[in-house]
Protein backbone atom coordinates (compact mmCIF):
# COMPACT_ATOMS: atom_id res chain seq x y z
CA UNK A 1 0.00 0.00 0.00
CA UNK A 2 1.76 3.03 -0.97
CA UNK A 3 2.23 6.19 2.07
CA UNK A 4 0.05 8.94 1.39
CA UNK A 5 1.40 12.32 0.64
CA UNK A 6 1.54 15.15 3.21
CA UNK A 7 2.34 18.12 1.15
CA UNK A 8 0.15 21.15 2.13
CA UNK A 9 0.16 25.11 1.64
CA UNK A 10 0.89 26.99 4.78
CA UNK A 11 -2.13 28.69 4.68
CA UNK A 12 -4.47 25.40 4.37
CA UNK A 13 -2.15 23.50 7.32
CA UNK A 14 -2.81 26.41 9.52
CA UNK A 15 -6.42 27.32 8.62
CA UNK A 16 -7.15 24.07 10.82
CA UNK A 17 -5.68 26.43 13.88
CA UNK A 18 -8.78 28.11 15.58
CA UNK A 19 -9.57 30.15 18.84
CA UNK A 20 -8.41 28.65 21.97
CA UNK A 21 -5.84 25.90 21.11
CA UNK A 22 -2.60 25.19 22.31
CA UNK A 23 0.19 25.29 20.36
CA UNK A 24 3.27 23.70 21.03
CA UNK A 25 6.24 25.86 18.45
CA UNK A 26 9.65 23.91 18.30
CA UNK A 27 12.86 25.54 18.84
CA UNK A 28 15.61 27.06 20.80
CA UNK A 29 15.70 31.01 20.10
CA UNK A 30 16.12 30.90 16.54
CA UNK A 31 17.29 27.43 15.74
CA UNK A 32 14.30 25.44 14.65
CA UNK A 33 11.62 28.17 15.24
CA UNK A 34 9.05 27.69 12.71
CA UNK A 35 9.03 31.21 11.69
CA UNK A 36 7.31 30.71 8.52
CA UNK A 37 4.43 29.00 9.96
CA UNK A 38 4.38 31.40 12.96
CA UNK A 39 4.13 34.07 10.22
CA UNK A 40 1.25 32.41 8.58
CA UNK A 41 -0.79 31.66 12.38
CA UNK A 42 -0.05 35.61 12.63
CA UNK A 43 -1.77 36.57 9.84
CA UNK A 44 -4.37 34.21 10.24
CA UNK A 45 -5.08 35.33 13.58
CA UNK A 46 -6.92 33.17 15.82
CA UNK A 47 -6.98 34.29 19.48
CA UNK A 48 -7.05 33.01 22.88
CA UNK A 49 -3.79 30.65 22.02
CA UNK A 50 -1.74 29.19 24.87
CA UNK A 51 1.55 28.99 23.09
CA UNK A 52 4.32 25.84 24.63
CA UNK A 53 7.83 27.21 23.44
CA UNK A 54 11.18 26.96 25.35
CA UNK A 55 11.34 30.53 24.87
CA UNK A 56 9.59 34.22 23.56
CA UNK A 57 12.32 35.07 20.97
CA UNK A 58 13.20 38.34 20.75
CA UNK A 59 11.35 41.25 20.06
CA UNK A 60 9.91 41.81 16.21
CA UNK A 61 10.57 38.04 15.51
CA UNK A 62 8.69 34.72 16.42
CA UNK A 63 6.51 34.73 19.21
CA UNK A 64 6.99 38.28 19.73
CA UNK A 65 4.60 38.54 16.68
CA UNK A 66 1.95 36.61 17.77
CA UNK A 67 2.03 38.47 21.73
CA UNK A 68 2.10 41.96 19.67
CA UNK A 69 -0.80 41.10 17.81
CA UNK A 70 -2.76 40.15 20.89
CA UNK A 71 -3.27 36.65 19.64
CA UNK A 72 -1.83 34.93 23.03
CA UNK A 73 -3.19 34.50 26.24
CA UNK A 74 -0.95 32.05 27.82
CA UNK A 75 2.71 31.29 27.38
CA UNK A 76 4.49 28.28 29.25
CA UNK A 77 7.78 28.61 28.66
CA UNK A 78 11.81 28.60 30.70
CA UNK A 79 12.16 31.60 29.78
CA UNK A 80 11.38 35.00 28.23
CA UNK A 81 14.56 37.31 29.59
CA UNK A 82 15.00 38.09 25.70
CA UNK A 83 12.08 39.65 25.10
CA UNK A 84 10.93 42.85 26.81
CA UNK A 85 7.89 42.87 25.44
CA UNK A 86 6.59 39.84 26.74
CA UNK A 87 7.93 40.57 30.03
CA UNK A 88 6.03 44.07 29.80
CA UNK A 89 2.81 42.25 28.95
CA UNK A 90 3.42 39.75 31.94
CA UNK A 91 4.10 42.45 34.47
CA UNK A 92 0.46 44.41 32.99
CA UNK A 93 -1.07 41.44 34.05
CA UNK A 94 -1.82 41.20 30.18
CA UNK A 95 0.04 37.66 29.59
CA UNK A 96 -0.33 34.74 32.11
CA UNK A 97 3.77 33.42 32.20
CA UNK A 98 4.17 29.64 33.46
CA UNK A 99 7.73 29.40 34.12
CA UNK A 100 8.58 25.99 33.94
CA UNK A 101 12.50 24.28 34.05
CA UNK A 102 13.97 23.89 30.75
CA UNK A 103 14.63 19.78 31.56
CA UNK A 104 11.30 19.41 33.05
CA UNK A 105 9.63 21.45 30.34
CA UNK A 106 11.16 18.69 27.85
CA UNK A 107 10.51 15.85 29.99
CA UNK A 108 6.86 16.68 30.40
CA UNK A 109 6.25 17.22 26.56
CA UNK A 110 8.47 13.48 26.36
CA UNK A 111 6.57 12.31 28.93
CA UNK A 112 2.94 13.37 26.53
CA UNK A 113 4.55 11.46 23.56
CA UNK A 114 4.84 8.74 25.15
CA UNK A 115 1.72 8.04 26.72
CA UNK A 116 2.49 8.79 30.04
CA UNK A 117 0.92 10.68 32.85
CA UNK A 118 3.19 12.80 33.39
CA UNK A 119 6.62 12.17 35.79
CA UNK A 120 7.87 12.19 38.98
CA UNK A 121 10.82 14.29 40.63
CA UNK A 122 12.40 16.21 43.12
CA UNK A 123 13.33 19.20 41.05
CA UNK A 124 11.78 22.39 42.46
CA UNK A 125 10.84 21.28 45.89
CA UNK A 126 10.60 23.67 48.43
CA UNK A 127 11.00 26.64 45.64
CA UNK A 128 8.36 28.76 43.69
CA UNK A 129 8.45 26.06 41.51
CA UNK A 130 6.69 24.15 43.18
CA UNK A 131 3.44 26.48 43.49
CA UNK A 132 0.59 24.40 41.35
CA UNK A 133 2.01 21.08 41.95
CA UNK A 134 1.62 18.07 43.84
CA UNK A 135 3.46 16.39 46.22
CA UNK A 136 3.72 12.85 45.56
CA UNK A 137 5.31 9.88 47.69
CA UNK A 138 7.19 7.53 45.54
CA UNK A 139 9.62 4.51 47.35
CA UNK A 140 9.58 6.24 50.77
CA UNK A 141 10.67 9.36 49.13
CA UNK A 142 8.37 13.08 48.86
CA UNK A 143 8.50 14.15 45.27
CA UNK A 144 6.49 16.37 42.61
CA UNK A 145 4.55 15.04 40.50
CA UNK A 146 4.74 16.80 37.17
CA UNK A 147 1.65 16.36 34.51
CA UNK A 148 2.07 15.84 30.82
CA UNK A 149 2.39 18.17 28.83
CA UNK A 150 -0.13 17.86 25.29
CA UNK A 151 -0.92 20.35 22.62
CA UNK A 152 -3.59 20.71 19.78
CA UNK A 153 -0.58 21.52 17.75
CA UNK A 154 2.60 21.03 17.31
CA UNK A 155 4.62 23.94 14.71
CA UNK A 156 8.20 22.23 13.57
CA UNK A 157 10.76 23.18 11.23
CA UNK A 158 12.83 20.98 10.00
CA UNK A 159 16.15 20.57 7.19
CA UNK A 160 14.64 17.74 5.12
CA UNK A 161 11.51 15.82 4.89
CA UNK A 162 10.18 13.25 2.15
CA UNK A 163 6.50 13.47 1.42
CA UNK A 164 5.57 11.06 4.25
CA UNK A 165 6.69 13.20 6.71
CA UNK A 166 9.78 11.37 7.39
CA UNK A 167 11.79 14.34 8.68
CA UNK A 168 15.99 15.22 9.67
CA UNK A 169 16.88 18.46 11.49
CA UNK A 170 20.02 20.00 11.48
CA UNK A 171 22.53 20.25 14.48
CA UNK A 172 20.89 21.65 17.48
CA UNK A 173 17.67 22.76 15.76
CA UNK A 174 16.94 19.38 16.63
CA UNK A 175 15.64 20.69 20.09
CA UNK A 176 12.40 20.60 21.11
CA UNK A 177 10.88 19.92 17.66
CA UNK A 178 10.43 15.86 17.65
CA UNK A 179 9.42 15.81 21.30
CA UNK A 180 6.48 18.65 20.18
CA UNK A 181 5.79 16.02 17.08
CA UNK A 182 4.88 13.33 19.12
CA UNK A 183 3.14 15.42 22.21
CA UNK A 184 0.91 17.02 19.80
CA UNK A 185 -2.45 15.94 18.42
CA UNK A 186 -1.58 17.73 14.49
CA UNK A 187 1.92 18.05 13.84
CA UNK A 188 2.48 21.00 11.03
CA UNK A 189 6.42 21.05 9.74
CA UNK A 190 8.21 23.55 7.47
CA UNK A 191 11.17 21.93 5.79
CA UNK A 192 13.97 23.57 3.82
CA UNK A 193 14.46 20.93 1.70
CA UNK A 194 11.56 18.23 0.22
CA UNK A 195 13.50 14.91 -0.71
CA UNK A 196 12.19 11.91 -2.44
CA UNK A 197 11.03 8.60 0.02
CA UNK A 198 13.13 6.94 0.70
CA UNK A 199 16.51 9.34 0.21
CA UNK A 200 16.10 9.42 4.18
CA UNK A 201 17.35 6.02 5.30
CA UNK A 202 15.12 4.82 8.13
CA UNK A 203 18.51 5.47 10.56
CA UNK A 204 18.42 8.65 9.27
CA UNK A 205 15.24 9.52 10.19
CA UNK A 206 15.20 12.10 13.57
CA UNK A 207 11.34 11.43 13.61
CA UNK A 208 8.99 9.28 11.73
CA UNK A 209 6.45 10.12 9.33
CA UNK A 210 3.74 8.68 11.20
CA UNK A 211 3.79 11.96 14.05
CA UNK A 212 3.61 13.92 11.05
CA UNK A 213 0.53 15.07 9.41
CA UNK A 214 1.24 17.96 6.83
CA UNK A 215 4.68 19.23 5.32
CA UNK A 216 4.74 22.43 3.91
CA UNK A 217 7.68 23.38 1.95
CA UNK A 218 9.88 26.94 2.45
CA UNK A 219 11.06 27.87 -0.41
CA UNK A 220 13.51 31.05 0.52
CA UNK A 221 14.55 31.22 4.09
CA UNK A 222 13.68 34.73 5.71
CA UNK A 223 15.89 36.99 6.83
CA UNK A 224 15.63 35.72 10.34
CA UNK A 225 17.50 32.31 9.65
CA UNK A 226 20.47 34.44 9.09
CA UNK A 227 21.57 33.99 12.23
CA UNK A 228 21.83 29.96 11.79
CA UNK A 229 25.66 29.50 10.17
CA UNK A 230 25.67 26.39 8.56
Same mark, same amino acid.
Given at each position: ?? &? ?13 ? /?? /?????? /? ?34 ? /? ?18 ? &? ?11 ? &? ?16 ? @? ?9 ? @?? @? ?93 ? &? ?9
Amino acid at each position: MP &LPTKYAAAVDAIAEI /GD /GATVML /GGFGVPGTPFRLIAELVRRGPRGLTIIKNDANEAGM /GVDLLLANGQVDRLIATHIG &LNPNAMRLMNEGE &LRVDFVPQGILAERIRAA @GSGLLGIVTDI @GM @GTELESGTERVAVAGQTALFEPALRADFALVHAAEADPFGNLRFAGSARNFNPLMAMAADRTIVEAERIVGLGAIPAEDAHLPGAFVDHVTPITT &LPEVYDVVQR
